[in-house]
Each structure stands twice: as structure tokens, then as C-alpha cells.
């Protein structure tokens, strides 16, 4: 999977070790992600505009926002593609 961070990538790997939310949107096809640090994206649609997808792609893309202060349950029937994906 080829990962893109939008704006510069120590930022957004500083907003992750400090726990700050991001916004990241997935391909379904699991081949491309992007990651933005959620103040300047706001929203998966215009994350995609600033990569340079039309806002209308939207429908291409799983969105996700990390953040520390929320605990993720991942239900059952999703946990196959996290495990594809290289997690736990």
C-alpha cells in the first residue's frame, strides 16, 4: 500500500506521537491511503481534493480519523481486511 501524507509527513508523524487527531481515507482496492492532519482537512472529501481527486471520489475511499481519545472497536466481520492489511 503506497501511503501519502498530505502537508509534510514529520507533521503529521508529530500528530500522531502526540496523539492529535488525523484524518485518513483508503482506497478500496487497498492500494493507496492518504493521511492529513484533521485541521487541515476538516473533511474526507476535502482530503481528497487536496491529494488531487475530484471531491466527487469520495465513494473510492474508506474514511477513518485516528485519534488517542477514542477507543476503536473494529467489528468481526472487518478484522480480516485489518489482518490483511498488516494488523493485529
Known amino acids: 500500500m503506497q501511503i501519502t501524507k498530505y502537508s509534510e509527513s514529520e507533521n503529521i508523524d508529530k ?3 502526540n ?3 488525523v ?3 483508503l ?3 487497498g492500494k493507496t491511503a492518504y493521511v492529513g492532519h484533521i485541521d487541515e482537512c476538516f ?6 481534493s487536496k491529494v488531487g ?3 466527487t471520489d469520495i465513494d473510492k475511499f474508506f474514511r477513518i480519523v485516528i485519534s488517542s481519545d477514542v477507543d476503536i472497536k473494529i467489528p468481526k466481520r472487518y478484522q480480516r481486511h ?5 494488523g493485529k
Open 15 to 17: 500528530a500522531i506521537a
Open 82 to 86: 485489518m489482518n490483511y492489511l498488516g
Open 43 to 48: 473533511e474526507h472529501h476535502i482530503l481528497s
Open 23 to 25: 484524518l485518513a481515507i
Open 19 to 21: 496523539g492529535e487527531p
Open 53 to 55: 481527486h475530484k471531491t
Open 27 to 29: 482506497s478500496f482496492d
